[in-house]
């Protein structure tokens, strides 16, 4: 038996479903869905992705037996419909749709009204009696199969009917009569002539399988690889394609069309919501040509229809358990519907619905969860507009898209790809989008539309970019020659800074200030949802107070990474620093010549440069002891309660020091020594591989009194905010470890010092002391290591670069090639290279408790804010992952998904 290609639907009855998704992509597979269920849906019948992989394969030829399948499947549509493709008489039209199994809204091709020729339009016209219908869907199929399966660009047939307005003195296509439409259908077969080299097909079978061609190579189209790329989206097979019987929203004023949706996709308010427009056809609506009315308005103008349609909407989303974006045509007061599939949805909208569902009991808390991307939640983080600012309001549209977008105006999406490539932030212009704006539209702040309503194309790829968006602005002149748009009396032009309120859809004149978002509401719902499915902690890596409590104000369980280093920077701390580094050398020297005294002679004669060096170093450490006392005090009182890990110094010495001339002038006068004594001191440090030179664990070996001051310092700072009842969890990590030797000697000196401040203070702290695994050697011995380590925290940053082999500053030089290319599926300093570097990472955590069965683990490189990276620690059994404070609420999102599908 031929292997079926080819899936019909009509007549209450379906070859597919909702579960063969990837098989009949997403259309497809809700159209027979929907079939199933009895809704009103027009037959027709769907091409298999899988043909569309075997189409580029042959190189654009179909598969054998695909042509007598097509033919069986058409021949079932007839005799369903009555209708036959190409009679004059009983004339069939059908539209050719495409369809992934994840959705791209308007990124491949459709070509309506497909049967249509100089017969069959005379017969439709004695069948309806309405001739201005059929010149309107004639002269429309010719600019779309001209357009989408020709390549002959809409802007041709765009220059004839805007001269046939003019020449009739109307504004809208629809004020042009029977008459004048005919008239434009001959000027729009003379372009398809003068363009395409040949008369328009007058045979539908043969515009049939151009079309079909046509939706296949849209699907490696230059804006449908670049929306996948956007999104991330791979490993699909290809698309369907979906032909199905036409009906008509544009016969008269008893027909009408519209896209609907059961939750307001812009807040997630449970409330009916959509635009539709009478007399015209669904293109009409998406593609911002006109401005449609709003949705709850058809119940006066049909509200037979409109009751029809909400109980419908009511069902879909109570079968299919989530907010659905539908499409619908009234044809002479009948309602059909289209097409259903899960709404896009801004980032507010979506922790709303997710929460409102819960409660709704229609679906349960790990579907809510996994319900909300973490990019969506990345948008909530974002700032919104300050109240308190002015506001020179210019115009005024729809809400399209909610969020506050500060750019420089530009008119086109290459523009702002240039623009963004540079370092600007830019807002998009434009009359109404399309899909070959993607790549603009990704690389904007915001959108701004002269037309188009809320479900127009900008406003729905906007929502599911997270965009803000502000569409459909009445009296927004745009001229793309002399790069300016009008509005009112004011002129903007190309490069004048606009601000859009995509929440009350308000264009503003200039740069007006933003604040931070208030998280709370559904927000705090949706997270409580969050924290009650996850397994994995979530810490935050935080070296302030002030980051300590943003962070834990965001839901963060502890601390996994606080960089002292970056304290030393603060005001005019560095040069204590620089003062310690001068003489740390000379201390560790000197400290040496008196072990390698032979005698007292020998001795006595290095004794006084030691302790001229010793003095200037222990006077530094000094000076950077309370500093850090009172950096560790402010972090524990921030964090009472919750651990704290404190890394000790890492950097190398060369770091704090500076690199011109004039600086190691200005370094030299504030600490009194000769210029030269200061660039002997630079030279001396450089290293001409810093990441792998004197740094970590090797500066505390080299110079233990640096160690032994922060240990101090942690500890006597613990010890002051537990004075005041407050909880304190100190962890003192160790970093850069690679043999247990290392580990042993630098926690030795640690806790020697601790024990100190323990019997001066006469008091005491629980603590723990571990290490940060950033050397491939410690991963591998990591069995050596937890005999001394109490906790392991996986610095992933410097474990790529160490088992990858390249440096992260220079590897941006062909990265991006590599990841093209295939080599590396993602760049791995974005996302963790699991099957390399975790599974150092793997093997580190179970040698580690094999010895330590009690054994903390975490990981705090930058991966531990990143997705898939989260749910490769929660897969490993870590205890923790710890990231940026403002990450804090994705990786809580990333842990719960995480536990839902490895459950």
């Known amino acids: ?99 992934a199994a994840s959705s791209m809204p308007g990124m491949m091709d459709t070509v309506l009204n497909l049967g249509l020729n100089d017969d069959v339009i005379e017969g439709i016209i004695r069948k309806t009696g309405n001739p201005r219908f059929a010149w309107d869907i004639y002269r429309r199929f010719i600019d779309m199969f001209g357009d989408v399966v020709m390549g002959c660009d809409h802007e041709y047939f765009e220059e004839k009917i805007h001269a046939a307005k003019k020449k009739a003195g109307v504004e809208v296509d629809s004020e042009l009569s029977a008459e004048q439409l005919h008239a434009v259908v001959e000027e729009y077969k003379k372009v398809y002539k003068q363009h395409v080299g040949k008369m328009f097909p007058q045979d539908g079978m ?16 230059a804006r449908a690889v670049r929306y996948r790329e956007l999104n991330k989206i791979t490993g699909l097979l290809g698309t369907a394609v979906n032909v199905q019987a036409m009906v008509f929203g544009n016969m008269g004023e008893d027909c009408g069309t519209g896209v ?202 906007a929502r599911g970019m997270g965009k803000c968006c502000v569409a459909g602005v009445a009296g927004l002149n745009i001229d793309y020659v002399t790069k300016k748009f009008t509005t009112g009396k004011v002129t903007v032009k190309e490069g004048d800074w606009i601000s859009l309120d995509g929440s009350k859809g308000e264009v503003i004149k200039g740069q007006v200030p933003t604040v931070e978002p208030e998280l709370s509401g559904e927000f705090g719902k949706f997270m409580k949802i969050c924290d009650q499915i996850r397994t994995l902690g979530i810490r935050t890596n935080a070296d302030t107070p002030a980051d300590s409590k943003r962070a834990r104000d965001f839901g963060a369980e502890g601390i996994g990474l606080t960089r002292t280093e970056h304290m030393f920077f603060e005001g005019d701390r ?29 001795r006595k004669a290095v004794e006084k440069e030691y302790s001229v060096a010793k003095k200037q170093f222990e006077g530094a450490l000094k000076q950077l002891l309370p500093l850090q006392r009172g950096d560790f005090e402010g972090i524990f009182t921030a964090m009472a309660g919750l651990p704290v890990t404190v ?109 100190a401040v323990f019997k001066e203070r006469k008091a005491k702290i629980p603590y723990m002391v571990g290490t940060m695994i950033e050397v491939p050697r410690a991963a591998l011995t990591a069995d050596e290591i937890a005999t001394e380590a109490q906790f392991f925290s996986f610095g992933t940053n410097d474990l790529t670069q160490m088992t990858m082999g390249f440096s992260r500053d220079d590897a941006g030089k062909f990265l991006g090639e590599y990841v093209r290319k295939g080599i590396y599926k993602d760049d791995p300093f974005q996302k963790l290279d699991q099957t390399g570097v975790g599974k150092l990472v793997e093997m580190g955590t179970k040698l580690g408790r094999k010895v330590r069965k009690n054994l903390k683990v975490g990981i705090c490189g930058e991966h531990g804010g990143e997705p898939s990276s989260i749910e490769f620690c929660h897969r490993v059994g870590m205890n923790y992952v710890s990231c940026s404070p403002f990450r804090v609420p994705i990786a809580r999102l990333a842990a719960a998904q995480a536990a839902v599908r490895n459950k």
């Open 206 to 221: 043969d515009q049939l399988k151009h079309a079909i061609d046509a939706v296949f190579g849209s699907w490696n189209g």
């Open 260 to 461: 609907c949706f059961t939750r307001n996709p812009s807040t997630g308010q449970k409330e009916f919501y959509g635009e539709f427009l009478m007399n015209a056809q669904g293109e009409d609506v998406v593609a911002g040509i006109r401005t449609p009315i709003e949705l709850s308005k058809l119940n006066k103008v049909m509200p037979k229809a409109y009751k029809e349609l909400t109980r419908l909407m009511t069902r879909l989303e109570k079968h299919y358990k989530d907010m659905q974006d539908m499409e619908f045509t009234i044809q002479e007061k009948k309602l059909y519907i289209l097409q259903t599939r899960t709404g896009k949805r801004t980032a507010p909208a979506a922790v709303r619905i997710a929460v409102d569902m819960v409660n709704e009991r229609l679906i349960p808390k790990k579907d809510a969860v996994m319900r909300v991307t973490p990019d969506q939640l990345d948008q909530l983080l974002h700032p919104h507009f300050d109240a308190k600012a002015k506001r020179d309001v210019i115009a005024s549209g729809l809400p399209a898209s909610p969020g506050a977008a500060v750019g420089q105006v530009v008119f086109t999406a290459d523009t702002a790809e240039e623009w963004r490539d540079k370092g600007k932030k830019v807002i998009l212009v434009r009359k109404e989008t399309s899909p070959e704006d993607i790549g603009g539209m990704d690389a904007a702040e915001g959108i701004l539309t002269a037309f188009g309503g809320m479900t127009s194309h900008a406003a729905v790829v």
């Open 647 to 755: 890394r000790l110094l890492d950097p190398p010495l060369h770091e704090f020091l500076p690199q011109d001339a004039a600086s190691q002038a200005e370094m030299a006068r504030r600490l009194g020594v000769k210029p030269k004594v200061v660039q002997e001191k630079v030279a001396s440090l450089h290293e001409f591989n810093p990441m792998l030179g004197h740094r970590g664990c090797r500066l505390s070996i080299t110079y233990p009194a640096i160690a032994r001051m922060q240990g101090r310092a942690i500890i006597e700072a613990a010890l002051n905010v537990k004075k005041k009842g407050k909880k304190v969890l100190p962890e003192i990590m160790i970093p850069l470890v690679g043999t247990v030797a290392e580990l042993k000697i630098v926690k030795d000196d640690i806790v020697d010092e601790i024990n």
């Open 574 to 602: 560095i040069w204590p620093v620089r003062q310690m580094i001068l003489a740390a050398d000379d201390y560790a020297a000197m400290l040496t010549n008196l072990d390698m005294a032979e005698n007292d002679k020998a």
């Open 1 to 99: 038996m031929a292997e079926k290609r080819v899936y019909f639907f009509g007549n209450g009855k379906a070859e597919g479903n909702a579960k063969m998704k990837e098989l009949l992509g997403g259309k497809g597979a809700n159209l027979a869905e929907m079939t199933n269920l009895g809704v009103p849906v027009p037959p027709g019948f769907t091409i298999a992705t899988k043909v569309c992989g075997e189409y580029y394969k042959s190189g654009g030829k179909w598969p054998k037996g695909l042509a007598e399948e097509v033919a069986a499947n058409l021949a079932k549509l007839e005799k369903a419909m009555g209708m036959r493709l190409g009679d004059p008489e009983r004339p069939l039209l059908v539209s050719v749709r495409s369809g």
